[in-house]
Structures are given as C-alpha cells and as structure tokens.
C-alpha cells in the first residue's frame, strides 16, 4: 500500500524526514515498492497533489532522468524561449523598453489576452516578477529540462542504465512535475532560487547516486502542504473522508458488517 493514514491522521507525522523506520518511511513518502525480475527494487513516485498516491506515477529512471540534465536553476533558465525573453529586462527585472500588458510569450504578439491559465505562466509580465524576486518557474522548468543533455553517468548507474540511454530517452511529464513538486515541497508554480538548488543538491549523494527518500520526504511534505490548503475550504473534509473511504474499501465493509449484524440478529440476511 503505497500511503499509510498515519501521514493524515498522526499530527507528530506531518514533519517532513522525521526519523522512521525503512517500512514505515517508504509507505509514509508514497513509495510503491516492487521487486524486479532483476533483483532490485522499483521505487515509484506520485505527484503531491496525490494524497492518497492512487493517481499516475513515475518511475526512478524517470526521476533521475530529469535531475541528470542539472544541478541548478541556471542551467535551464539559459536556454529556449526564456532566453529570449530574459533579453527583454535589465539586471534587475524591469523592462528595457515599455511592452503592453498581458503580453503572451508566444512570439512575442502584442495581442493582448484575458482571463487565467498556462499562457499567464509564460509571459514576459510573470518573468519578470520572478525575476525582480529571485523565483523561479514551474512553467519553464517542464519546457526547458529536455532541451538540456543527460551527461552524468554516475547518476545514471545509480538505477541501473547508462546516460547514453537516458540522455536518449524523451522526459515523462509526470517525472517533471513531479521534480518540481519535491523542490517546491508542493504544488507551487514558482519557488526561490536558493531553495530550489538546495533540496536539488539534496537529491544526490556525494558520489553523486540518487537519494530517492529525499525527494520523497519533500513529497511527504508537499501532499501536508496540499492536505492543509484543502481544508481551508468548506466541504474539503468531506471529500477527503471519500476518498478514505473509496481507499479502503469502505463500500464492501459496510455490506460485511450489516449482513454479520442481520446474521446476529435474524439467523439470516437479506441481501
């Protein structure tokens, strides 16, 4: 069982990393673990806004095969289509020249937008903030990750492939949102630069091997952070008790216990 209630129902669980033993971790990070035909362990990850990891999840390889193209933020804010936009600000993110507003990146069109959504994400206007900030970006962390080369073959070795092989093989979306849903230790489109190559570093050892807990710690913490924001809202605790119960098979439960209870009571059920 990948989640364990502890992480929902245990307030002294909710720290992210405390100290626990191997199973009760595993389960605790939302690690699905598996044996191979290999002989090694399978870990899978699931993205924060994933509870009760019952949703999609990637792979280790697929992990790694993002963390393998950089080390830091600066690595792929220099390349694609943000550098072009970088060009449009000085060293401290205000506009060189005036620009309308609303402006999608796109090809740098002046026709304006409205409303909200993933081109809001892409705009001159967002960068710059971030920029005038020291934030970086989900948005362009999912666009310009692949467009680096996977060159460390230490990494690689780690769950057993080489770099040639994953510098080949195309990202999974999910495993880049899922990165940068362990550097936010949420769900946030943007977090700071300084924390962003910090718990990056975190996710390798000093021989440079992956370090899955440590990406799954800061999951822990991210589905906390997203458990929390849910039960800002009214109705939130009810559509978690859903889930719990759909979870743990509480429609089949309910049959057994009434059908044991007519059993009791009338030496027979009726359904």
């Known amino acids: 069982m990948p989640c364990t209630l502890s992480l929902i129902l245990v307030p002294s669980l909710l720290s992210p990393r405390a100290p626990l033993p191997p199973l009760s971790r595993s389960r ?5 673990l598996a044996a191979e035909g290999s002989g090694q362990v ?46 449009l600000f000085d060293a401290s993110g205000k506009f060189k020249e005036k620009r309308p507003a609303q402006q999608s990146s796109g090809e740098f069109t002046t026709k304006k937008k409205k409303g909200n959504g993933e081109w809001v994400q ?11 900030n020291g934030l970086t970006q989900r948005y362009w962390h999912g666009r310009n990750v692949g467009l680096l080369p996977f060159t460390n073959r230490r990494l690689a070795s780690s769950v057993g492939i080489t770099a ?31 924390l962003h190559d910090a718990r990056r570093a975190s996710y390798t050892s000093e021989a440079e091997a992956f370090v899955p807990s440590a990406l799954a710690a800061d999951l822990s913490s991210g589905r906390t952070t ?41 030496g027979t059920t009726f359904f």
């Open 42 to 87: 399978e870990v899978q990850f699931h993205r924060a806004s994933d509870l009760l990891c019952m949703g999609p999840s990637a792979s280790a390889r697929d992990v790694v095969n993002v963390l393998g193209r950089y080390s830091s933020y600066s690595e792929w804010e220099r390349v694609g289509e943000l550098k072009k936009i970088d060009a």
């Open 122 to 132: 892409a705009t001159p206007e967002r960068r710059g903030f971030c920029l005038r």
């Open 226 to 266: 997203v458990l929390r924001s849910f039960l800002i809202f009214p109705g939130s605790a009810v559509v978690l008790q859903g889930l719990l119960f759909y979870k743990l098979d509480g429609w089949t439960k309910t049959l057994e216990y009434l059908a044991d209870s007519q059993l009791k009571l009338f």
């Open 164 to 194: 040639a092989e994953l510098n080949a093989t195309p990202l999974n979306p999910l495993a880049l949102d899922i990165v940068f849903d362990g550097l936010s230790a949420s769900k946030s489109g943007i977090i700071q630069r300084e």
């Open 28 to 32: 605790r990070h939302g690690m699905a």
